[in-house]
């Protein structure tokens, strides 16, 4: 069409009428089937989405009709007892929701105001009677999370874009009543429905999780790398990023996310594994010493941990110590708000460690402890802090281990069997198999 109007155009800066009205006509009449033919096609697009929309709407409803059932954990992720009531039935909303007779309705006394007219409480709860007990239980359930009401204000509050004084704090700090979520208005059982659906919510997202894990017996690992099973932990290598020959992997056989919420039977299995591979690895000629490390990062999305050992010359064993120190003290950001270097040689590991804290934790040989560091900043935290540090410690280049690709499968049963036949004599697993036999 932009052709003809072109040449129309042409024979009228020509004189030529004749010829422009023809080819004008011609346009026209091009124009009005393409109309025509885009008329069509929405008019069929139209009609294919409500055929879709209808077919949703079906499906939606199959999903409805069909009863799902979610299997709720009695522990929440923190390992808090859960107390969730039973939905109520449609009948008993009923009876509830039925009005009563006038003589039956009370007006609700305001207990916030004492019969002298002056104020004796704030909150909705100011009033109740607890025992110190049933206020720790709250506590903990976080029923009453202040900090996070406050952090909403805040959020909300359009001022403290330009206004961030301290007074400005002060004065939402002490009206923070005022400020209450709506949530907080919310009856016992709608606030029980709103626990309920998120226990529901977090039990799918850590089942989701499970089904994904790569490192849980219980579902579908990588079982061409096992070395040994036992009773709450087993040995693997890894199938990437290996700095040295030998390093291997300790892992939880069931779904945890840091040494330091390892049960007392995990951690002393931990220790036995590995006090045999040290013994292992001194017996080599020459003889070589072990780092363990472990890193913990996003602990929201609650990551299998994985403890990582490296065999390194003996004779590094003692720089070891001074490099990972030097290196914690200047990794991470300039000011934190924990201990940068946490010296847990005299306390242990696990005592020195807050459970729910993001770290990095080197130990050396039969060392209780070694050196941690609570990570502040997850995201700029090196993911291979510790293999990189063992990298410029061997002096290799860190680039060539972390961006190596995976071996064939060839290569990786000859690297097993090689493991397999030096564990030999220090695998303590196979009393465990004759046992059972």
Request: proline content about 4%; aromatic content about 8%; charged content about 35%.
């Amino acid at each position: 069409m932009n052709k003809l109007m072109s040449q129309a155009l042409r024979c009228k800066l020509r004189r030529d009428m004749a010829q422009h009205d023809a080819l004008t006509a011609q346009a026209a009449a091009l124009r009005e089937q393409m109309n025509q033919a885009q008329a069509q096609e929405q008019a069929r697009n139209k009609e294919q989405r409500e055929q879709q929309r209808q077919e949703r709407t079906a499906r939606s409803g199959e999903k409805a009709d069909r009863e799902h059932v979610v299997v709720i954990d009695q522990l929440d992720k923190h390992g808090r007892m859960r107390h969730i009531s039973r939905p109520k039935t449609q009948d008993e909303k009923d009876a509830e929701n039925r009005p009563k007779p006038s003589f039956q309705r009370k007006r609700k006394p305001d207990d916030k105001i004492g019969a002298d007219g002056e104020r004796r409480a704030f909150f909705d709860d100011d009033n109740e009677k607890m025992d110190l007990r049933t206020m720790i239980e709250r506590e903990r359930l976080m029923e009453d999370d202040y900090d996070e009401t406050f952090a909403q204000a805040i959020a909300n509050n359009k001022s403290f874009k330009d206004n961030d004084t301290d007074a400005a704090y002060d004065e939402m700090e002490n009206n923070l009543g005022s400020y209450q979520q709506k949530g907080k208005h919310k009856t016992k059982e709608q606030k029980a429905e709103r626990d309920r659906q998120r226990a529901i919510a977090e039990t799918q997202r850590f089942n989701s999780q499970l089904d994904r894990c790569e490192f849980c017996l219980s579902g579908k690992p990588s079982r061409s790398l096992i070395v040994a099973v036992g009773v709450k932990m087993y040995l693997a290598l890894p199938a990437l990023r290996r700095v040295t020959p030998g390093h291997c992997l300790l892992v939880p056989q069931e779904h945890a996310t840091a040494a330091t919420e390892f049960d007392e039977n995990v951690y002393e299995e931990y220790m036995y594994f590995r006090k045999h591979l040290v013994k292992m690895f001194a017996a080599e000629s020459p003889p070589r010493g072990c780092v363990f490390m472990e890193t913990v990062t996003h602990v929201k999305k609650r990551r299998h941990t994985v403890i990582e050992c490296v065999p390194v010359p003996l004779e590094l064993i003692r720089d070891a110590h001074v490099v990972f120190k030097k290196e914690i003290l200047d990794a991470d950001v300039e000011w934190s708000v924990n201990k940068k270097l946490i010296d847990a040689r005299e306390k242990g590991f696990r005592r020195s460690v807050p459970k729910g804290f993001p770290y990095f934790n080197v130990e050396f040989d039969t060392d209780i402890g070694g050196y941690a560091h609570v990570i502040e900043d997850e995201d700029k935290f090196p993911a291979h802090f510790g293999k990189e540090v063992l990298c410029g410690l061997l002096e290799e280049p860190a680039q060539f281990v972390m961006r190596a690709k995976r071996q064939s499968a060839d290569e990786e049963r000859q690297r097993l069997a090689a493991f397999v036949k030096q564990w030999g004599p220090y695998d303590w697993t196979k009393k465990l198999q004759a046992a059972r036999k």
